[in-house]
């Protein structure tokens, strides 16, 4: 499976994502060529240029706006013909349509508009168009099946919008962070825009450390300020096998928790997206019989899952690891029994075998309804595949 990984180094721009794919092999010729399906004619040009960031070398790539009508901003309904006109596959255009709309009712929310008559000022024009679908248009070109990115950097002090000084960072890219693990700057300046946070967290899967994969192009998008560190986004392209993926293992040892508390915090656990959680007897100072709670989960949720275990229990510290998980494909089948129809987790072997588990809860049901043992449920259910 074909891999990417955002290093926001000093933040993402729309441009600085464009910049980053064709560093990495994209070519700039074939980006063009996509975009001409959106129909704009004349009204923009796309440059690429090699640059020198602090001495890293990079790509700039500028969308040079032609048209003066429109340059600065649309509504949404103006942008979703756009989309709906063009020439455009059906999935790219759904997906820069849910985009744009997300982003709209950001905006609306911040104004405290209908997201109907909400003005994109900043993030409507030709140019913001042109880099939403470019780098949806960019990642499908170079066949990227996943994509994870870093925690995001945010910058400090004042840029001029349409509505005046707006703080950094703008209210619209804090908004779109929601629920996405960020950090802060100490550098004066805009490190994330509104719409490089829009196709970060539209397109990422997760946000945390670097996932294993064997490594096969590297790219370095750049900005258009002078910072004190490089202005540049790092973008790593690599192969991860099939059914690989980096989790992180949170663990905590409790010695004076009650059993209804610890059954209890499992329930929050699993409630907020925990992929598995288990308990471990151990033994801890002084001789006291204790518990090691253990939880497994994607990096984008770590922070939720450990807010739970401070809340929930008396520990004063949390453990971090990250872990790789292989895992095997699988899908879910139906087989009917005398006791009535059975859903069957079937996966797939890398030999070509496979092996199938009858659902639980499913076997339960049938088992209760038909006042007999439940193995009998499984038998029945491995019987009918």
Request: include cysteine; charged fraction near 25%.
């Amino acid at each position: 499976m074909k891999v990417a990984y955002f290093d926001c180094i000093a933040g993402a721009s729309g441009d600085m994502i464009l910049g980053a794919l064709v560093d990495a092999g994209l070519p700039v010729e074939t980006l063009r060529g996509r975009l001409s399906a959106l129909r704009l004619g004349n009204e923009f040009e796309l440059q690429a240029q090699k640059v020198s960031k602090n001495g890293f070398g990079a790509t700039k790539v500028d969308v040079i706006v032609h048209t003066v009508e429109n340059q600065h901003g649309r509504h949404l309904a103006e942008i979703e013909a756009i989309l709906r006109t063009s020439d455009l596959s059906e999935h790219i255009q759904e997906k820069a349509s849910a985009m744009f709309r997300r982003l709209a009712e950001v905006e609306a929310g911040i104004h405290g508009v209908p997201v109907e008559t909400v003005h994109l000022h900043e993030v409507g024009g030709v140019d913001t168009i042109i880099d939403v679908v470019g780098a949806l248009v960019g990642l499908e070109d170079l066949g990227i099946e996943q994509i994870n990115g870093s925690p995001l950097p945010l910058g400090r002090g004042f840029i001029k919008g349409a509505h005046g000084q707006i703080p950094l960072p703008a209210p619209a890219t804090v908004a779109l962070l929601k629920g996405i693990p960020v950090r802060g700057s100490d550098i004066e300046s805009e490190l994330v825009t509104p719409t490089g946070a829009l196709i970060l967290s539209s397109v990422c899967k997760t946000f945390g450390p670097i996932p294993p994969m064997t490594l096969t192009s590297l790219g370095y998008g750049a900005g258009g300020r002078e910072l004190p560190i490089p202005n540049v986004l790092r973008l790593l392209i690599g192969e991860q096998g099939k059914g690989v993926e980096s989790l992180v293992l949170l663990e905590t040892n409790v010695d004076d928790n009650t059993a209804e508390i610890t059954g209890y915090v499992m329930e929050k656990l699993f409630a907020e997206k925990a992929l598995d959680v288990f308990f471990t007897p151990i033994q801890m100072k002084k001789n006291r019989p204790a518990t090691q709670l253990s939880v497994l989960c994607h990096p984008a949720d770590v922070e939720r899952l450990e807010a739970i275990l401070f809340r929930e229990t008396s520990t004063l510290g949390v453990r971090r690891q990250s872990v790789e998980r292989s895992c095997l494909e699988r899908e879910s089948e139906t087989v009917e029994t005398p006791y009535g129809p059975v859903r069957v987790k079937v996966a797939h072997l890398q030999d070509g075998t496979t092996k199938r588990a009858p659902e639980y809860e499913d076997c339960k049901k049938a088992a209760e309804a038909h006042g007999i043992p439940l193995r009998v449920v499984y038998e029945a259910a491995l019987g009918h595949i």
